[in-house]
Structure formats: structure tokens, C-alpha cells
């Protein structure tokens, strides 16, 4: 059974980097086919994609952050990371990390998801 | 992008009655990659429906999507007490993905 889990500081300073950690377990992360996804929901709201690092090391951002956004993959931890600069309090949320296999399927595993605020 | 419009924002149902969840594409979804998910508060998301109307592992059957295109649709059969929760609607056919702003389901 794949299971995912966030981690990182729970409160960053506005215009400073907010880096995320996803640990996988029960399956390699350069299996192929994968995409590792960031998704984030600001309080209250509804699910943003952030992007994805494709097995093979290529990555999709959402233009909206594509200047700011960094998603890379350690394969000696089985993690993937996200790293985004300059954050004001609009890039408070909670960000979850998200699995796609190859074909239709879709978003199947998820983690927990981890608690960002942006604040001074 | 493409912008994925669902409605009703909040619709208000009574158990074992039948739920219908609209999600309207800006343009055709490429490959007809158009997924359901379920969120409850304090809950990640999870995955019910995928390729528009195949259900994910370990969902029950009274899930079933439909359509093609730019239209698609989520039917809850009968609902349980569970089901109350709001649902989202995702394109994964062509970046960037996106999802529609939800639809809660209540009581």
C-alpha cells in the first residue's frame, strides 16, 4: 500500500522560501509512469494544483507560480520536494501531496496534507 | 487553461434520495481525463471517479460518472450518511490541471 507524507515548517516569514518535503513509502518513486503532484487549499477554499515532477524528471507548473515554484525529486530518500520563493500570506494553505499513475487513472494516493501560514 | 464550472455550489438533499453534480468544461476535456473526488472536513481528498466513469478501488457501486466533452456529470444513487461532504471535479488530460470550486452536498 503507497502512502504519502508531508513535511516541513508549519510557519514561514513573508518573502522567504517555504519548502515541502512528500515521503514515499510502500513503492519506489522512480517507478515508471508516476507523476508526484503538489496540491494545495487556502482556508475555506477549494483545491489548487501546484504541478507535478514526472518520473522522468520533467515537471508542469501552474503559470500562476511558475516564477516562484521548484518541484524536484531525491531518489536516495524517495521523496520529491517543493520549494516556493517570495511567499506572501496568499500562499497560506494546506498543501497536499498527490500520486497519478500512467493512463486515465488519476490523483489515487494522497498524503495527509501539512498546515503552511505565512506570517511575520 | 482550461476552467472547470460545477453547480450547484450547495445542494441540499435528504438520505437515500438521488444526488446529481453538474462540472462544465471551457473546452473539451482532451481525452475525456476527467476525475470526481470527495472531501470531508479535515480530510484529504479522495479519489471516487476517474476517465469520466470509472470508479477508483474500494467505491461503492451507487457512485457512477458520466458525459463527454464538456459536460460531465457525478450521480450518488442513493445517499448514505457518509456521502455528505463536498466534491470536486478535476481535468488531468493537458497542463495545467485544474479543478472546478466544488459542490457541497447537505442535509
Known amino acids: 500500500q503507497v502512502h504519502l507524507q508531508e513535511s516541513g515548517p508549519g510557519l514561514v516569514k513573508p518573502s522567504q522560501t517555504l519548502s515541502l518535503t512528500c515521503t514515499v513509502s510502500g513503492g519506489s518513486i522512480t517507478g515508471r509512469g508516476y507523476y508526484w503532484n503538489w496540491i494545495r487549499q487556502r482556508p475555506g477554499k477549494g483545491l489548487e494544483w501546484i504541478g507535478y515532477?514526472?518520473?522522468?524528471?520533467?515537471?508542469s507548473y501552474i503559470p500562476s507560480l511558475e516564477s516562484r515554484l521548484t518541484i524536484s525529486v531525491d531518489t536516495s530518500k524517495n521523496q520529491f520536494s517543493l520549494r516556493l520563493r517570495s511567499v506572501t500570506a496568499a500562499d497560506t494553505a494546506v498543501y497536499y501531496c498527490a500520486r497519478k499513475d500512467s493512463g486515465p487513472t488519476a490523483l489515487d494516493y494522497w498524503g495527509q496534507g501539512t498546515l503552511v501560514t505565512v506570517s511575520s | 487553461d482550461i476552467v472547470l464550472t460545477q453547480s450547484p455550489v450547495t445542494l441540499s438533499l435528504s438520505l437515500g434520495e438521488r444526488a446529481t453534480l453538474s462540472c462544465r468544461a471551457s473546452?473539451?476535456?482532451?481525452?475525456?481525463?476527467l476525475a470526481w473526488f470527495q472531501q470531508k472536513p479535515g480530510q484529504a481528498p479522495r479519489l471516487l471517479i476517474y476517465?469520466?466513469?470509472s470508479r477508483a478501488t474500494d467505491i461503492p457501486d451507487r457512485f457512477s460518472g458520466s458525459g463527454s466533452g464538456t459536460d460531465f456529470t457525478l450521480t450518488i444513487s442513493r445517499l448514505e450518511p457518509e456521502d455528505f461532504a463536498v466534491y470536486y471535479c478535476?481535468?488531468?488530460?493537458?497542463?495545467?490541471?485544474?479543478f472546478g470550486q466544488g459542490t457541497k452536498v447537505e442535509i
Open positions: 476517465g469520466v466513469s
Open positions: 515532477i514526472y518520473y522522468t524528471g520533467s515537471t
Open positions: 478535476q481535468h488531468y488530460g493537458g497542463s495545467p490541471w485544474t
Open positions: 473546452q473539451s476535456v482532451y481525452s475525456n481525463y
